[in-house]
T-cell receptor, first 114, second 112 residues
């Protein structure tokens, strides 16, 4: 158990809908990262937050957005969902921001868009 | 953009042998490189980190090497066990951009 929690575990929704994925980092970790993993793309970095502020951005679509709250939990919002958004979404956390050490990954949320 | 290549084919070895996985990258060298293990349907688990000025790192049965001239990292598991069967991901961190870039991973299968 990494100490990172993600909810829900599974999510099935229809195209065009909007969903919110939630992540709670390990106790004491200030950085939260979101990744998307699909069979053909591998693990793709989406976005990082550090203590409530956006720190780094990857290949995140404009239809996706995220935020980190004062209690350090984070939410990833996916809107206007398409079939291609079906994937495993992982959240990870680490203590620091600028110089990243190991990241601790949550169990993931499996999103299926039908 | 940076490209990371890991053995795309699964690696099958016999229990007790040493497994060697390769991670190659293009362009400039990362500040450091990490290796993760991922089991099906689960999140990656951190194994080892090696910095650009380090040649080798060890942890129990694991060993990582980092050759910035060859632009390559090798990941070794000695005395492999069936429980080592998983997908192994290498990830590169660049100070510019401040993010980890993951390879596609290599699936390792250790047969008893």
């Amino acid at each position: 158990d990494s100490g990172v929690t993600q909810t829900p575990k599974h999510l099935i929704t229809a195209t065009g809908q909007r969903v919110t994925l939630r992540c709670s980092p390990r106790s004491g970790d200030l950085s939260v990262y979101w990744y998307q993993q699909s069979l053909d793309q591998g693990l793709q970095f989406l976005i990082q937050y550090y203590n409530g502020e956006e720190r780094a951005k990857g290949n995140i679509l404009e239809r996706f957005s995220a935020q980190q709250f004062p209690d350090l939990h984070s939410e990833l919002n996916l809107s206007s969902l398409e079939l291609g958004d079906s994937a495993l979404y992982f959240c990870a956390s680490s203590v620091s921001s600028g110089e990243v050490y190991e990241q601790y990954f949550g169990p993931g949320t499996r999103l299926t868009v039908t | 953009s940076q490209k990371i290549e890991q053995n795309s084919e699964a690696l099958n070895i016999q229990e007790g042998k040493t497994a060697t996985l390769t991670c190659n990258y293009t362009n400039y060298s990362p500040a450091y490189l990490q290796w993760y293990r991922q089991d099906p349907g689960r999140g990656p688990v951190f194994l080892l980190l090696i910095r650009e000025n380090e040649k080798e790192k060890r942890k129990e049965r694991l060993k990582v090497t980092f050759d910035t001239t060859l632009k390559q990292s090798l990941f070794h598991i000695t005395a492999s066990q069936p429980a080592d069967s998983a997908t192994y991901l290498c990830a590169l961190y660049y100070n510019q951009g401040g993010k980890l870039i993951f390879g596609q991973g290599t699936e390792l299968s250790v047969k008893p």
